[in-house]
């Protein structure tokens, strides 16, 4: 006897996605198994950890900690959504630049976290960028080289924008 799931479908970085997965299956699962966007990492898969932030909705979630379920009609947005058009995003190119990411373990996360921080604030001084990225833990960099990162992708998106 096959078992056969309910459909459940959403956007994942602006396409339609439909799965036929356990409804209780982890959406990181979900992200990196059965649509095999791995960017998407598992640090503690207990939420504490930040690697496995996506964006759901316009907000942050641990995918860790999210049924599948919940994802029905859901627009959801993964690192791999942050590169459009082939070009990296300025905060992956800042991460690039300053040593930002090290092992990788972290830097999903700390991208996502960083990308929504712009979203709601293109100018953050460093005390908003700490306390954004306070849910994302980091075993590498001792975390300055992150917040290096992301105020050098806030000043290059001023450049470009003075330069116009």
Known sequence: MSTHWPAIRFKVNGVARTVDVPPMKRLLDVLREDLR???????????ECGSCSVRMNGELVNSCLIP???AEGAEIETVEGLTRNNELHPLQEAFL???????????PGMLMASAQLLEHNPRPD???IREALAGNLCRCT???????????AVARKEEKTDAR
Not at 37 to 47: A, D, F, P, R
């Open 142 to 152: 001792g975390f300055t080289r992150i917040f290096d990162s992301v105020a050098a």
């Open 97 to 107: 630049k300053q040593g930002g990411s090290q092992c990788g373990a972290c830097t």
């Open 37 to 47: 966007l791995t960017g998407t990492k598992e640090g503690c898969g207990e939420g």
């Open 126 to 128: 460093l005390d908003a």
């Open 68 to 70: 599948v379920l919940h």
